[in-house]
């Protein structure tokens, strides 16, 4: 198949975003929005993504539905209500009617004016803000009142604020980078001259004129250009990241008038704002005549104008109706595995705050019953209230009352129970994460400068627990720089020895004026067939050696582009466009001498072994998924006219006359498939002269068709599937897609990492297999299932076959305990159209699941998501799919985690993606490092957070079970405020964005370390449940070693308050202390620095006259008690741990603990062989 | 403490790439934060490690266990409870009727020495199941007010003591003020010495210069229908009533003793000591008991051997788990960092 790849349903429309996209405020930060627009994105709800894998299935359905009108907005006719109405050059009749919106864009959100009420209703739509928020206005309550009033309002107002903060500042630069943008200046036609204009003084219907290597205002309508056939050439790179130029095309009945000299007018009707940046359908009426237009005629906002002196539109979009602004949202948000299971035990953790808010108020309950009586003119409750002429209750409001309250109270006193702070430490610690994840240089690609892009920021961890990973091949497994390598012409095969061109006389090249014109790229040539292309008889092979290399000149995309160089008399042919393979098969006809020198809409000029010669481009039917072929319909010198069709094996030897020659199809076919099996991508090219009266027929219905308002896309299919017929066979060509540099290493660290890796390809079953075996993900001790079926029963038997073939095989391999061999299954696209969505799914799970690998070739796009979904759905296990092309999209959308290979291929997988990166190899680092580390802090600080809050929890309720249930805090309410915000928060976060369990070196060596992450060996219920024990044991010893010390003492309960803050505090930090890994100067400046923190805080609070504590801390310091029993809390409360952990580490260590010990003493080790030196020494 | 390697020059030439001299190359730059290989320490606690942590536990708790149980046994301590037998027996209403009566609460007590006590001694009082950190009770206090003459009407959290029926503030407001302890108490020996108690400094002296303020005197206090405790002198400032600086630092817990004064000489063992008290103080009414302590101190306060059993446990329980672990590494001991025992080199094949 070719590069023009099956486009997919684009999710552009959907889905996708640029992400940090317009033109202007590209440039100039281009690391910090990604950041930012990060820490956003995780807000952001990810409804488009889902309501659009909700329409899909996966099965054969799907596939058509994808292909047919409902996917691609491009395809839809306008109807008359949704058309938006554009009178060129008049752009106060255009609008007249409807208001469109100008040229001036905001992507700032507030004005000084909104800024507060928007901000802050954005940020209450977090659950943690308005947990905040209602625990705040409860605690107002007069009859609630635990905190005072500032107290009970600053965590959230400090969270308020800093995130406010952030918005503004981000708010600012945007609106900084908008002036910049609206104030540009552009020429605009006004009274029949070009005048300076700001952008956002543009018009929708205004006439504006572009300059080379000027942005585009607005999205235009190309009316004409520099170029006398109406070409222009543009650079997407500010939209899509695509940076090889795109051809635009003004119509043939406006390139004529230049603005300003003739007088132009029209209507253009065309479609609705939207967000599809590969789409645009409208028509043009100009003097009467009604022209279509399409994607290829409109210049979008953010590109830039190249090699064209300049291009004249008309504005059709403005402002932030352009389709670059419209995609200016954020990227689909994703729910990490490991947030999924903290929300469970969040549920749990609220579960006991109730438990503990009933026992409070049931026990406040009983107190006050048993106490009845006495309470009137009990000293410590005096329910009566003498001050006034009545004496009544005094805030009493009988029993029922008073139990409500005290549950309410304490849910306020309790509130940290739940740690809806570990929210926002989740998301700064992943911000943390992804600098780290950026700034790696080992995944850096030097060769297409690009850094690692984290586009998502909640599933950071996720990285660290796969278990499947789906691989597309072309481009993400191999290159994607294609190379020609072997021609099959007319039944013979061309495979035979190369001549290197480099240094000799440089390749083919042509004179033009005096001067050297060269391709830019060298290809390797045939010698034989160079010297039969290059002689001109009449024979019947030369004839077919000419009719071939011409088809690959003429039949494609390609825009040849005339690049200067050093030397003035020299200069390079750089074949620009969009498919690879295309520009590997031009630059290959080019290198036998068949050189493609100039392309417009009308015409192309091939250079034919220094003979120029002009071929008229009468139509072109471009490549679609369905046809997997395109054709051009070429009009000779000698008027003669012919169709060219280039195409997939498939599809095109339904539509060769075998009865021609039914040899050279059958030898033909013999070559295409031992190409295939050396890995190479194989093309079949086909032609047909077409007499008069075909072509005539063509010529209307192509006419019709592509002017017509209905069904466009289906009329060209329909009239490209009429001329396409009866071709003869001119031969196949063979295009090596070289593997990625680490590719075979990578995956054999994968699967040492013990992650399933499935290859799924558009390519023919030999080529995915010789892939297979080049980068070892096939061996040769592998026993292969090949399902390959055309219908439904068929397939079922197959199945069944393979899975007792499978389960006799993996039964003696158990017998065996040789894991070397193993069963890799091959399955095509056909059968899985009739395996997915139906009941067979179930069969090709169980199958596919105890196969070491499976490939899956010939598939459609949708079909790939259709195996992830067959994964996903079956298994808890995570998938992770990688790919770069837009047939890639669905499967990277549909797996929990998504890789884009930002390659060759566009960005449309990138922009679906959650992370993107240059190279397949680097998924080695990216999960085997970064994904083991993020999984393993996150875990930790989870866990972590669930016990700091829940001990500061457990030793409040203890006293208020010494308090009459009253919810007095002994700890000051600022200690209790301060203890999650300052006391202990920055050091868990630290600890999350820093620690390392192991070397990146170790993890790399023994990629079985991942597997920690597979069986969620950091984070289960199992250590939720003991670090709950743990918890309590240390709020025990916590509460009751001073209390009991203390017992009938003249202790005040500021003091004890005190000691307990700085107890609390102390082991908190002590415990997370004892599990830091690696201790740099940033984690110990984090720990000591908090507890010192938190020691000046309490002295400041202390300090205060106005508070009952005043000076209660300098008083405790001097008494020895206060420091015995501080001495005391801290070893008793971390014994027990610190024996399961010492028990654990020796007697059952994991491979974590034994790799790190390794990392330690390796060194000292190959030390003590040589020397005298202990191995245990003690490295302090 | 080990360092990483200085990091390996890992980044190779960059590929130079002719096409594309004016892109600025995105590499990040090197540094070592940014690569995450900032020098670190990794401890790992080797067996020599975990023995020694407890041996040095046991070898700091255990004497310190020792000598705070030495100071607690040196403490002597005389714990007198005097609610019931000062009152008339019977039930307790007629004991809260007799304390809230007119009638004379006199009541004479005698102690008898255990034990040398060497001065200071230290008279506290003590309540039993008195709530002084019940919510409604610390709340209701104004430390604006006592502090400042000028705060005086800052009651507003004192309630229900605030004003007077007629609306005039009081000084000290609030319930704390209000309940203040009143029982008193003087001591003469068996000789008929008067002992002389100093009721000077029994308050901290950062309550008496910052806290209390030295212009702001007691206003209507205690002027209510409802009388809670002591009254004060209205000519005295509130930062040298010192009894209610006492009393005003609420306790911890619902058994709390509270500083009375200080007997400022030795007392023999065998000495009796008459106390000649008045019982005002209506704990009757909640089942609070009262009791007088007569106390010396320690550097570790006063009598509490809890602290030192603690001591000895911890200290001892790290001893035997020395010697568990000990054991432990002996029978069955692993080479750290041995590769062997890495999960998949153990059982071959077994994922």
Not at chain 1, 211 to 238: F, K, M, R
Not at chain 1, 663 to 679: A, C, P
Not at chain 1, 731 to 756: C, F, H, M, N, T
Not at chain 1, 855 to 863: E, F, G, K, M, Y
């Amino acid at each position: 198949m070719t590069s023009n790849r099956p486009s997919l349903p684009t999710p552009g429309s959907t889905g996708s975003d640029l992400s940090s996209s317009t033109s202007s405020n590209n440039s100039d930060n281009n690391q910090i929005p990604n950041l930012h627009s990060l820490q956003n994105s995780s807000s952001q709800l990810s409804i488009k993504s889902n309501s659009w894998r909700a329409s899909v299935n996966f099965g054969s359905k799907g596939v058509s539905v994808a292909d047919s009108e409902g996917f691609s907005i491009s395809r839809r006719e306008i109807n008359e209500d949704d058309a938006r109405l554009v009178y060129v050059n008049d752009p106060l009749k255009t609008n007249e009617t409807f208001e469109f919106c100008g040229n001036s864009i905001r992507t700032g959100k507030y004005s000084v004016f909104t800024f507060l009420p928007r901000n802050l209703f954005e940020q209450f739509h977090r659950v943690a803000y308005m947990y905040f928020l209602i625990i705040a206005i409860l605690n107002q309550l007069p009859q609630l009142a635990v905190f005072g009033r500032g107290a009970s309002i600053l965590p959230l107002a400090s969270v308020l604020f800093v995130t406010a903060v952030k918005d503004a500042y981000e708010d600012w630069r945007r609106h900084k980078a908008d002036k910049i943008e609206n104030n540009r200046l552009s020429s605009v036609l006004v009274n029949d001259q070009f005048q300076h204009k700001r952008s956002k003084d543009i018009q929708v219907g205004e006439i504006v004129k572009v300059s080379a290597d000027e942005t585009i205002p607005c999205d235009i309508v190309v009316l004409c250009t520099s170029d006398p056939t109406g070409v222009a050439y543009v650079q997407t790179i500010n939209l899509d990241g695509e940076s090889n130029l795109k051809t635009r095309y003004a119509k043939q009945e406006t390139l004529s008038r230049v603005p300003g000299k003739d007088v132009i007018s029209g209507l253009i009707k065309c479609e609705k704002p939207n967000r599809n940046i590969y789409g645009f359908q409208a028509n043009m009426e100009v003097d009467g005549k009604r022209v279509s237009l399409g994607p290829s005629n409109i210049i979008l906002r953010g590109c830039v104008i190249k090699n064209t002196d300049w291009a004249v539109g008309v504005a059709v979009y403005a402002g932030r109706e352009t389709k670059a602004m419209l995609n200016n949202s954020g990227a689909p948000s994703k729910r990490s595995r490991l947030e999924t299971h903290m929300n469970r035990e969040i549920i749990l953790l609220s579960f006991f705050l109730v438990t503990l808010c009933i026992i409070v108020s049931a026990c406040a309950g009983f107190w006050l019953r048993r106490h009845q009586d006495e309470l009137d003119i009990m000293p410590f409750y005096r329910r009566k209230d003498y001050s006034k002429e009545q004496v009544e209750n005094y805030n009493y409001y009988g029993l029922g009352m008073e139990i409500f309250f005290s549950f309410l109270m304490s849910v306020i006193v309790f509130q940290i129970m739940i740690p809806i702070s570990l929210y926002i430490s989740m998301e700064l610690v992943r911000v943390g994460q992804a600098y780290f994840m950026i700034r790696d240089d080992k995944m850096f690609d030097a060769a297409s400068n690009t850094r690692f892009q984290c586009r998502a920021l909640n599933i950071n961890e996720d990285l660290g627990q796969i278990k499947y990973v789906f691989s597309d091949k072309t481009g993400t497994l191999t290159e994607n720089k294609m190379e020609f390598q072997f021609a099959s012409i007319s039944g013979v095969d061309y495979s035979g020895e190369k001549i290197e061109f480099y240094g000799e006389q440089g390749g083919y090249n042509i004179q033009v004026d005096g001067q050297v014109w060269r391709p830019k790229m060298k290809v390797q040539v045939d010698s034989k067939l160079l010297k039969l292309s290059k002689t001109r008889n009449d024979t019947k092979s030369s004839k077919e050696i000419y009719d071939f290399f011409l088809a690959l000149a003429a039949c494609n995309t390609i825009v040849p582009i005339v690049v200067n160089t050093s030397n003035p008399n020299e200069k390079l042919i750089d074949y620009q466009g969009e498919s690879p393979d295309e520009q590997a098969l031009v630059y290959a006809a080019a290198a036998y001498g068949f050189m493609l020198i100039e392309r417009t809409s009308g015409h192309i000029v091939i250079d034919i072994q220094g003979e120029r010669q002009r071929f008229n481009v009468l139509g072109m039917h471009e490549f679609d998924s369905d046809r997997k072929r395109m054709s051009v319909i070429l009009g000779y010198p000698d008027s003669t006219v012919k169709v060219f069709v280039k195409g997939a094996d498939t599809t095109m030897f339904k539509v060769i006359d075998e009865s021609l020659n039914l040899s050279v199809v059958k030898s033909t076919e013999n070559h295409l498939h031992s190409y295939s099996s050396i890995g190479l991508r194989t093309l079949v090219v086909g032609m047909r002269a077409l007499s008069i009266a075909e072509f005539d027929t063509w010529q209307t219905s192509y006419e019709i068709a592509s002017t017509a308002l209905m069904g466009r896309a289906g009329l060209l299919r329909k009239v490209a599937v009429n001329i396409e017929n009866n071709l003869s066979l001119l031969g196949a060509s063979a295009i090596e897609d070289r593997l990625q540099k680490g590719v075979p290493e990578a995956i054999e660290s994968l699967r040492k990492a013990g992650i399933k890796v499935w290859v799924l390809t558009g390519d023919k079953q030999e080529t995915a297999i010789s892939i297979g075996y080049s980068s070892k993900l096939l061996t040769s001790k592998m026993m292969q299932i090949i399902i390959n079926n055309n219908s439904k029963m068929s397939c079922k038997k197959s199945l069944e076959d393979a899975l007792v073939t499978s389960r006799k095989l993996i039964n003696v391999t158990r017998a065996s305990e040789d894991d070397a061999s193993s069963v890799a299954l091959i399955i095509d696209g056909t059968s899985l159209v009739y395996i997915l969505d139906s009941e067979l799914e179930e069969q090709l799970f169980e199958l596919a699941s105890k196969c070491a690998v499976v490939l899956c070739c010939r598939v459609a796009p949708l079909q790939k998501a259709g195996i992830v979904a067959l994964i996903k759905n079956r298994t808890d296990d995570m998938t992770l799919a990688i790919g770069d092309g837009a047939n890639d999209v669905s499967m990277i959308q549909m797996a929990d985690v998504g890789v884009g290979i930002s390659g060759q291929e566009g960005r449309q997988a990138v922009m679906a993606s959650d992370f993107a990166m240059g190279q397949f190899r680097f998924l080695v680092p990216l999960m085997l490092v970064h994904g083991h580390w993020n999984y393993q802090r996150m875990a930790y600080m989870i866990l972590y957070n669930f016990y700091r809050n829940a001990l500061f929890v457990f030793i409040l309720f203890w006293y208020v079970l010494y308090t009459g249930f009253t919810l007095t805090t002994s700890i000051t309410e600022w200690s209790s405020v301060l203890y999650s915000v300052i006391y202990t928060a920055i050091p868990t976060i630290v600890v999350g964005i820093l620690d390392k369990d192991l070397s990146r070196k170790s993890l790399m060596t023994y990629p079985q370390l991942y597997g920690s992450g597979q069986r969620k060996e950091s984070y289960n219920a199992k250590l939720f449940w003991v670090t709950m024990v743990d918890t309590l044991w240390q709020s025990v010893v916590v509460f009751f070693i001073p209390l009991l010390a203390f017992w009938e003492s003249d202790i005040d309960s500021s003091s004890l308050g005190d000691l307990w803050t700085l107890a609390v505090v102390f082991i908190v930090n002590i415990h997370l202390a004892m599990d830091v890994i690696r201790w740099t100067w940033i984690s110990h400046a984090s720990i000591w620095g908090s507890i010192i923190a938190t020691c000046i805080c309490v002295i400041i609070i202390d300090a205060i006259p106005a508070l009952p504590g005043y000076w209660a801390i300098f008083n405790l310091a001097s008494s020895g008690l206060f420091w015995i029993c501080l001495l005391g809390i801290l070893i008793a409360s971390m014994i027990p741990r610190f024996i399961v952990k010492m028990f654990m580490q020796h007697c059952k260590p994991c491979d974590r603990q034994i790799a790190r010990e390794a990392e330690k003493f390796q060194n000292a080790m190959e030390i003590t062989r040589n020397g005298e030196i202990e191995m245990n020494l003690p490295h302090r | 403490m080990s360092n990483p390697p200085p990091p390996m020059s890992s980044t190779p030439a960059e590929p130079q790439d002719p096409s594309s001299p004016r892109r600025n190359s995105k590499r990040p730059k090197y540094s070592r934060f940014t690569q995450q290989e900032l020098p670190a320490c990794k401890p790992i606690l080797t067996p020599r490690w975990v023995i020694s942590v407890f041996l040095l536990v046991t070898i700091v708790f255990v004497p310190i266990g020792l000598a705070s149980l030495f100071a607690s046994r040196d403490v002597v301590e005389i714990v007198n409870r005097y609610d019931d037998q000062c009152a008339p027996s019977g039930s307790r209403s007629d004991k809260v009727r007799f304390i809230q009566s007119a009638a004379d609460k006199t009541c004479n007590r005698t102690l008898t020495v255990p034990k040398h006590m060497k001065q200071p001694i230290y008279v506290y009082y003590q309540l039993d199941n008195f709530y002084q950190n019940h919510r409604r009770y610390v709340k209701s206090r104004s430390d604006q007010q006592l502090r400042n003459k000028n705060d005086e009407n800052e009651t507003n959290t004192c309630k229900p003591e605030d004003t007077t029926e007629n609306g005039t503030t009081i000084v000290p407001c609030g319930l704390v003020a209000w309940s203040m302890f009143n029982d008193t108490f003087s001591f003469s020996t068996n000789k008929n010495v008067q002992l002389p108690i100093t009721k000077k400094g029994i308050s901290w002296k950062s309550d008496r210069d910052h806290k209390f303020g030295k212009d702001v005197f007691p206003k209507n206090f205690q002027n209510g229908k409802l009388i809670g405790g002591a009254h004060l002198n209205e000519s005295i400032p509130l930062s040298a009533q010192e009894d209610l600086i006492v009393w005003m630092r609420t306790a911890a817990l619902p058994t709390f003793r509270k500083l009375y004064g200080k007997i400022e000489v030795d007392l023999q063992a065998g000495d009796t000591i008459n106390v000649i008290m008045q019982n005002n103080y209506n704990t009757y009414s909640f089942n609070g008991k009262k009791k007088l302590v007569l106390s010396t101190a320690s550097w570790l306060g006063g009598k509490n051997n809890f602290i030192g059993i603690a001591y000895l446990a911890v200290g001892g329980l790290c001893f035997v788990l020395a010697m568990i672990f000990t054991i432990i590494y002996l029978v069955k001991p692993r080479r750290l960092g041995d590769p062997t025992y890495l999960s998949w080199n153990r059982s071959p094949g077994g994922h």
